[in-house]
Structures are given as C-alpha cells and as structure tokens.
C-alpha cells in the first residue's frame, strides 16, 4: 500500500470505523497527523538480558526459549490465566498473562523469544506478568528505543507504533522543508525529514535530542513569527478612534480612593495608546484586588468624554453583574450612561437595552458574550474591554472589536484585564500580540491573608475556626474540586475521596454546621439561581458558601475572611492564588487552608511554597516550572496555537533564540514574500489555522 501524507488513517490496515473515531478523538484523520503526534515518553528496550543477570525492579527485555506449550486456567468468572515457562542458559523465568486466552497458541515449544516487562523474584523463582513479546527473528517493539503515545480508550500504544512507522517511513520525506536553508544552519538544526524520523523511532538518544531541538525551534519560530506578524500589522493599521487626552485628576475626583503609583502608570499608559490614532491593544495585569478595573473605568470614561460607546465583557453572569454595578455607582455621577447585557435578562429587557444601545443613548455596555450575539449592535463602538483574558480566545476578542468597525472605518481600541499572573517569558507568548501593563503593587491597607497546609487530622479544629468566624460576623468559603459523588468501582482513581460538592454541602448544612446558613455553588446551575445565591452570600444572608471553582473569578465579598480548599493538591498554584484572592478584600485579618490527605513530599513542598509567599508572579514561576504550560490555564483557553512539544518552562533559551531568528527574518523580509521564505508564511499560516482571517 502506498501512503501520502493525505492518506486517511482508514486505509490503513486494521483501522476499522470504531478504531478511526477514536483516533479522531486524538486529532488523527490522515497520515499528516500520524506525523506530528509526538510521543510523550521513550523506553529503552536496546539491553538484552539473561533471566539470570537482568535487574529486579525496572523493566527489562529478556530472550528466552519456550520450555513447553502454554497452559490456560480459568480461575474464576471474568479470571484467566495462560502461564509459560521459558528458559535461558542462566536460568528459568515463569510467565503469567491475565484475560489475554488467545495467548495459548501464540508460542512454540524450543523456539526463542524477546519478553520485555520487570522482573519479579520470591526466593530463586524469576517471574513476569503480562510481558510484550516478540518472536526473536522478527523484532519491532524490544532491542531498541521504543515511542511511548498519549492513547484513549480502545487504542494501544502497539497499534499506534504500528501506524506511526507506516506513516514515517512513506511520508517523512513527502514534505517541504519550510525552514530557510541558512537559517538551519546558523542555528545547528537538523533536516526536518530527518527530524520526523528520529523524534518517533531514534537509533539513540542523541538523535532523539537533535530532533527534538528542531522541532522545538520550528515551533516556537513559527508561533514568534506569527505574533510578530499580527503586532506588526495592528501597527500599521491606518485608524482607531483618537479619545482627547484629559486630566488624570479630573478622573481621580470620582473615585472613592487614591490610586496607587502602579495604576497611575497604567492608566497614563492606557491614554496615551487611545489619543494615538492607532488601535490599541493593551492587557492590565496584576494581582487579585490591585485595581485594573479602575483602569477600564479610567479607559470608559475617556471614551465617552470623546462621545465614543465601550464595551466591557465578563466570562460569567455574576462577575458581569459585579462590574455593571461597580461601574454604574463610579461612572454613572460623571454623566457616563451604563447597560448591562447577560443572557438571562428577559426578551423585554433585551430588546429595549439593544435599542439603547443602536442609538447611542448607552455609553458602557457590560455583560457576557450575550454582547456577541446577533443583533447587538453598536452606534459608535470605540473600546472593547475583555475580563479575564485566557477565557476569551483572539476570535472572540475579534468578534467584538468587529462591531465597531461596519459605522467607521476606525478599529476599537482592545483593553485586556488579567487577575493571572503570568512570568513574563510566558506573557511573551500568550499575549505576544498584546502590550502589558503590569500592575505590581496592592492598594495600602490590605492586610496580607495567612495561609496554612493540613492534614485530616486537623478538620475538626478547622470546622470550629469557621464556627469562631461566624460568631465574629465573618463569612466563609469551601471549595471542592468535584461536583457529582463519585460511587462504585467504575470512578476513575483517586476521584472517589474528592469532596463532591452537592452531597458535601448537605452534609454541612445537616450534620456539621446545623445552626449556620449553608449555600451552594456549582458551574452547571442556571445562571439567576447562581446569582441568587452569589447575592445572597454578598447580602450577608448565608454565612458558609460550599463552591466549586466557578467562584474563583473576580466576585468581591469584603466580609468574606476564611477561604477553605478541600483536596488542595488537585488544584495548580496558580489557581488556589485565584482562590485566595477572593478573601482578604475588607479590612479583617483573612485565612486560607489548603486541606490535603496527600503524603508525597512533593506535593506538600508544592503546597508550602504556596503558603509562604503571596506574591502572584512568583507562584505563577513556581507553577510554570511544575505543571508546564499546557496546564497552566487548565484547558485551552486563550485562542492562540497549542504547542506540541516546547516546554516554555525548559526551553526558555531556545524560545529566545527563536524569537531573535523570527525578528531578523521578518526584519530582512516584512512579508515573508522571497521565494525562500514563502513556506515559512504557509506554516504560520497554518499554525494559526483557528483563525485563519487574522493574517488578510
């Protein structure tokens, strides 16, 4: 059978229909795609051993002859066992194969196999459970290093080695090498047929390495490239509305409070970028609690001062509702004219705020991506704000700004605000198409909240601190990581002593805390009934709020003083900050406990370097640098390319190079149009393939 990179993966042989869905759950269609999924491990099978001499304890390959024919026993319903005794000069080595019956006509007394598992000893017997194995003349998984593959359900690494090498050894030279001849060679990078090869099936790790250093490059050029490519041409865009600069002070008289010298700055940043005449594109980042609203607030007001509508977009309904009420109360004294917009409101309300709105008669609209639905439309859109940053992909943020643009032909200025702190060489990438302003310092009189890590032991004690809280007047949250109770053996692992929040809640209310208002909160609820009981827990009204994570985004309760986290280890660093961050915003002394019954001392260290530090960006470092960036902002979330293989907490030298290269080749190349450089554009092109319009 003869393959091409668009042979889809049902030509290949044993992939039935059943098998093609589940290798589209892995993004695998066709040969192309067998070619770009890299393995997350390698195990080095290239020693082979003799029963005797072969370590106990790690896996091993071990040749051996077939002593007699294997025996299959039926132990009990749904309990098979085919057993063999295979021998070597040095010794005998009995094998045991569970639920695999088909086994018993696979060997052949007297002839020589290669079994790759580890070895287990009870005095002198050697034993092995459910080895691969391979006839000793015809060898493709042992004496050599062999590919470990992320797999689902129903799909073994064995089959995709299979497929792998069938695509790589038709394919891995079908395609064009896109990178510049002399760019390969000023950065020592290998060809990328070679490249293809060596990172699936290398002949040792040195090869393996080479690879991976190509294609690590390649894609932290291209993904660099693409960025430079998109700041460069919101640069030269002709237009964006010009908002007349105004006194800082003027603005400063509304608020309630002095702003801090970090906001000051931001703030000043923010109207020079909108009395520039080109479209801003600017992220505020910066603690929980350290004021980039007032900076979008400062951004609203200019734009109205200049007769030009805002749009302010949350991810959910009752941080939408928090900041039309924050910037009503704020803006509304100075003339500025604010609409809320959420999918819940009734068709009445609807309909009457989208007219206000066509008519100029609203200044700020806030709400959430109700503001992108069909029909809402603006009469003179002049700034976009986006909330929380990683929830809104380039598309969405595009969708928005797009509004504006059919009235005039100006572009809306985009103002980003981030409550996660992000180290800096990862903002490069995340926001590579965006200026930061970073806002580092807090508000005076934030009185830092105390943290502490314990065990099980401690509930008890930590159950009377919340009862001692609400006798003093303080409100408390418990977050748990799971929502349904998990029962029977079909839980995945680990999942059935997670505190699920329904039944937990219950059992609070009832048997734990029967003389305190208990309320729950969980992401599936409708959204009036999680208002309903976000607004009550604000009122006062309940004093324990039992949450899964969806409180962790920007609703703001002073009185609240004790965060509770249940299975801390669960959650990345990065957002227990988060979580932390929703107390500790009046003037009491705040708490957080993180409750873990995880022993390992890794996970503890992780957790009390949490608890020793406040500081946002260092937590951000510490969780870059454990968890890597794929799990950083937990699914993908921000709308830029995913990467495949850099690791941008390991490779930070490599991303600088890349960086560098795509700066001189665009410098010497604008628009990438030489003849030589024309496959660099296709790749960032298809890099960028979810939006694909950003580069027209």
């Known amino acids: 059978m003869t393959i091409t990179l668009d042979t889809p993966v049902t030509d290949f042989p044993g992939v039935g229909p059943a098998r093609a869905k589940k290798l589209e759950k892995l993004g695998i269609l066709r040969a192309a795609d067998l070619l770009t999924y890299y393995p997350r491990d390698y195990e080095d099978r290239r020693r082979i051993w003799s029963i005797r001499a072969a370590p106990l304890g790690e896996k091993v390959c071990v040749s051996a002859l077939a002593a007699e024919r294997p025996v299959l026993s039926y132990i009990r319903k749904g309990m098979e066992l085919v057993k063999l005794r295979v021998v070597d000069n040095s010794g005998t080595l009995y094998l045991t194969f569970f639920n695999q019956s088909y086994l018993k006509n696979s060997f ?12 287990q000893e009870q005095g002198s017997r050697r034993s092995m459970v459910n080895p691969v194995f391979e006839r000793e003349g015809d060898r493709d998984f042992t004496g050599r290093i062999v590919p470990v593959y992320p797999l689902t359900a129903g799909i073994s690494n064995h089959l995709m080695v299979s497929l792998i090498r069938q695509a790589v050894e038709q394919c891995a030279g079908q395609g064009a090498e896109s990178l510049p001849a002399s760019l390969r060679a000023a950065h020592r990078l290998v060809p990328a047929e070679r490249a293809c090869r060596d990172i699936h099936f290398p002949e040792d790790f040195d090869a393996l390495e080479q690879a991976r250093r190509r294609l690590t490059f390649e894609e932290l050029f291209y993904l660099s490239a693409g960025l430079t490519l998109l700041k460069d041409r919101r640069d030269s865009q002709c237009s964006a509305a010009v908002f007349a600069p105004r006194p800082l002070e003027a603005f400063c008289a509304l608020l309630p409070f002095a702003p801090t010298q970090a906001q000051r700055r931001a703030m000043e940043e923010t109207a020079w970028d909108l009395a520039s ?127 504006g643009a059919a009235p005039q032909s100006s572009s809306p200025h985009v103002l980003v605000m981030s409550a996660t702190p992000i180290p800096r060489t990862l903002a490069l ?55 349904e109770e998990s029962t029977g053996d079909g839980a995945p692992p680990g999942l059935m002593d997670l505190k699920a929040v329904k039944v937990y809640a219950r059992q609070l209310q009832e048997q734990v805390f029967p003389q305190l208002r208990v309320g729950l909160l969980y992401g599936k609820m409708k959204p009036r009934e999680k208002e309903a009981v976000m607004s009550a827990f604000a009122r006062g009204e309940l004093q324990v709020l039992v949450s899964t994570t969806v409180i962790e985004v920007g609703v703001d309760v002073p009185n609240a003083a004790l965060m509770i986290v249940e299975n801390a280890e669960r959650f990345g660093l990065s957002q227990l900050h988060q979580l932390r961050g929703r107390v500790g915003r009046g003037r009491h002394q705040s708490y957080c406990v993180l409750l873990t019954s995880n022993r390992s001392p890794d996970t503890l260290a992780r957790l009390r370097v949490f608890a020793s530090t406040t500081d946002g960006f260092k937590i951000s470092e510490e969780d870059l640098k454990l968890r890597g960036p794929g799990d950083f902002f937990g699914r993908r979330q921000h709308g830029l390319p995913t990467l495949r293989l850099a690791d941008l907490s390991g490779d930070m030298r490599l991303l600088s190079e890349a960086q560098q290269a795509a700066r001189d080749l665009l410098s010497a190349d604008p628009r990438l149009a030489l003849g030589e450089n024309r496959p660099v554009l296709e790749r960032v092109r298809a890099l960028f393939s979810d939006t694909p319009d950003i580069f027209n």
């Open 277 to 403: 005449g080109r479209p801003m594109n600017r992220l505020v980042q910066g603690d929980v609690g350290s004021g980039k609203t007032t900076v979008a607030a400062w951004g609203a007001w200019l734009a109205a001062q200049s007769g030009w509508q805002s749009a302010l977009m949350a991810p959910t309904e009752v941080l939408a509702e928090q900041h039309y009420r924050t910037m009503n109360q704020l803006l509304s004294p100075a003339g500025v004219r604010v609409a809320l917009f959420t999918g819940s409101m009734t068709a009445a309300e609807k309909r009457a705020a989208r007219a206000a709105l066509r008519s100029g008669e609203v200044d700020l609209a806030v709400g959430t991506q109700a503001l992108l639905s069909q029909g809402v439309d603006f009469a003179r859109l002049g700034l976009v704000i986006t909330d929380e940053q990683h929830r809104f992909g380039v598309a969405q943020r595009a969708a928005l700004a797009a509004k």
């Open 429 to 483: 990438i995340i926001y590579g198409d965006l200026d930061v302003s970073v806002i580092d310092q807090l508000p005076p009189g934030r009185v830092p909240v105390q943290t502490f890590v314990v065990g099980e032991s401690k509930r008890q004690r930590m159950y009377n601190f919340v009862r001692k809280q609400a006798g003093e007047g303080r409100q408390t949250y418990i977050v748990c990581p799971a929502v």
């Open 108 to 119: 052949q007394p007297g002839e020589e196999y290669v079994f790759y598992g580890e070895i």
